[in-house]
Nanobody
Framework: QVQVVESGGGMVQAGGSLRLSCTASGLTFDDYAMGWFRQAPGKEREGVSCINWSAGSTYYADSVKGRFTISRDYAKNTLYLQMNSLKPDDTAMYYC????????????????????WGQGTQVTVSS
């Protein structure tokens, strides 16, 4: 049984930083890509960033490029999202996901649904 668990959300002022973490169990990491989605109340779900676990190649949405960094700890099977220069528009529930879809070129966010989802962690950025 696959389990995906996020942590690290919270409240921060604009310009601040947060780091989200995600652990997953029950899957063969080298076969998967992992990514972060977010959804704010009244807004569509947005793909934020993803990474091909084995190759380490990454993709970022334009809205976060240059501010967010996705990474993984290969030994700990843990995914991270370092979020810097946070803006009120970044306020959302952030979900960690795992999928057999490739991250390359953002394919992860445009072709199908990620197979496994965490429960979400709230990020709130105040102005």
């Amino acid at each position: 049984q696959v389990q995906v668990v996020e942590s690290g959300g919270g409240m921060v002022q604009a310009g601040g930083s947060l780091r989200l973490s995600c652990t997953a169990s029950g899957l063969t990491f080298d076969d998967y890509a992992m990514g972060w989605f977010r959804q704010a109340p009244g807004k569509e779900r947005e793909g934020v960033s993803c990474i091909n676990w084995s190759a380490g190649s990454t993709y970022y949405a334009d809205s976060v490029k240059g501010r967010f960094t996705i990474s993984r700890d290969y030994a700990k099977n843990t995914l991270y999202l370092q979020m810097n220069s946070l803006k009120p528009d970044d306020t959302a529930m952030y979900y960690c996901t795992a999928s057999l879809l490739s991250c390359s070129g953002g394919y992860y966010f445009s072709h199908g649904e990620a197979a496994y989802w965490g429960q979400g962690t709230q990020v709130t950025v105040s102005s």
